[in-house]
């Protein structure tokens, strides 16, 4: 009686170690902290999940006169191909999820002695076993951290992705205000050349121009009106490709609100540099590497054998007793040790890390090439904002002026008027190439130049 209660209690405790092993509470990545650049902003991963809660039928568009607010807000929540990196974070994460899961115990059911000399089943012997594969050489932790890795990886990539959102926007409003900036100043020159052309027309009337002037009036306004078809091509153009950021096919908005679009008195280029080890582009090439090395070290762990245990009743039938089964068995590792895919995966890390050694070298040179144009572009933009376009506006007004007092010829005039749109033109090109650097540059340090400032001065308070 004392000997079948403790086989009981022996038993009922092979049972529950074996399926505990079994159960552990999920490992899910934490996702990095979102950097500075946009994290006011809602994104597509905390509206992803189960189902398509962004299904095209349910998508928002943007209608009116909007502004880069609008715009990032709708992007970040729409973009198609940030959807998708935000569904690899979900599915890394479940992954990770099921790395934390170890083998299943298997039940058994055997049969021995059946129908010995036609006894049929008086004579079988029953063994119920229970079996469980015990893990060895630290395999489910090596599969956690790979996991887990590959998890941080896909949240890094996300990060990324959402910050090239971010900066596509931006650029992409940019060059929307400065094609609409292109398109009014062909409205003006339109609107000068016609009146230029009436002026001379009717200078050449009261016989104080040729006849030629006045042809080659009409011609610069034919000119304007060939540049306008250019200008309102383009401005379509760069609204399509603004609408797309959200995932529209076509653009609903009627126009855009410029707002301020303040330049910095000085750009810090060695405060930006320094920014560098901390770019989330950077860290996403260190997660690459933290993944890898997780990999070898999963190779390294299957390379130990598992040892599979057993425990289990064995029924006699032909005195109705019956007894405890205890059984384990290891693979003996003679032919195959793993060693090809430790080999492999050892060399897949050294490989990375040279790939990673040269991106971030690239990584280095391309934010010092796109501080470099936003220097210059700074530079143009307070140049022709500040000397050279309020010099030509005074030097076009006293040509109008001078034209109707005889002072100057109709070529001194239109010769005037053109250096001034060139400039004009100039200052929307600089403008925008300010705008796209300073957006690249923020992409890859993943914080807007205003807020480094700020955050630069605290640091010195």
């Known amino acids: ?108 059911l055997e049969l021995e002695e059946f129908d010995r000399d036609g006894a049929g089943m008086d004579s079988a012997e029953r063994v119920v076993s229970l079996g469980q594969v015990i893990e060895l050489g630290g395999k489910r932790s090596a599969r956690r951290r790979l996991a887990a890795n590959e998890a941080v990886l896909a949240v890094w990539d996300y990060e990324c992705q959402r910050l090239e959102v971010f900066a596509a926007s931006s650029r992409r409003f940019a060059e929307c205000v400065a094609a609409q900036s ?91 540099m320094s920014r560098l080890n901390n770019s989330p582009e950077w860290k996403r090439l260190e997660a690459t590497r933290a993944v890898k090395e997780a990999a070898l070290e999963a190779e390294q762990s299957a390379a130990v054998p598992d040892l599979e245990a057993q425990v289990g009743f064995q029924s006699f039938e032909e005195d109705g007793s019956d007894a405890l089964t205890f059984g384990v068995g290891i693979e003996l590792p003679l032919r195959d040790r793993n060693k090809g895919n430790i080999a492999a995966a050892r060399n897949d890390l050294r490989g990375l890390s040279a790939r990673v050694r040269a991106e971030q070298l690239d990584l280095r040179s391309d934010l010092l090439a796109g501080t470099t144009s936003l220097v210059t572009a700074h530079k143009k933009v307070s140049v022709l904002r500040g000397d050279v376009l309020p010099a030509m506006t005074t030097l076009v007004d006293g040509a109008q002026e001078g034209y109707r007092h005889g002072k100057f010829s109709v070529l001194d005039l239109l010769d005037a008027q053109r250096t001034l749109f060139d400039v004009q033109e100039r200052s929307v090109d600089a403008l925008l190439d300010y705008s796209k650097a300073a957006a690249e540059v923020e992409r890859v340090i993943g914080i807007s130049l205003n807020e480094l400032m700020r955050e630069n001065s605290k640091k010195r308070k």
């Open 1 to 108: 009686m004392v000997y079948s209660q403790c086989r009981r209690w022996v038993v009922a405790g092979l049972v529950g170690g074996i399926v505990s092993g079994c159960a552990s509470g999920p490992k899910v990545a934490t996702m990095p902290e979102v950097s500075a650049l946009g994290r006011g902003y809602s994104s597509v991963l905390s509206a992803t999940g189960e189902g398509d809660p962004l299904s095209k039928s349910k998508q928002a568009t943007l209608t009116g006169v909007i502004n880069l607010n609008d715009v990032l807000t709708l992007a970040l929540l729409q973009n198609p191909e940030l959807e998708g990196f935000a569904y690899d974070v979900r599915a890394a994460d479940a992954r990770a999820m099921q790395a934390d899961r170890g083998p299943n115990p298997q039940l058994g």
């Open 182 to 272: 292109r398109y009014d100043l062909s409205m003006a020159a339109v609107a000068l050349a016609r009146q230029t052309a009436n002026a001379v027309a009717e200078r050449v009337k009261a016989g104080k121009e040729p006849d030629l002037q006045a042809a080659k009036a009409e011609a610069e306004r034919e000119l304007a009106g060939l540049d306008l078809l250019d200008a309102s091509a383009a401005r379509d153009l760069s609204r399509q490709k603004l609408a797309a950021v959200w995932g529209a096919s076509s653009p609903a908005f009627s126009g855009l609100a410029e707002g301020e679009q303040g330049v910095l008195k000085k750009i810090p280029v060695d405060l930006i």
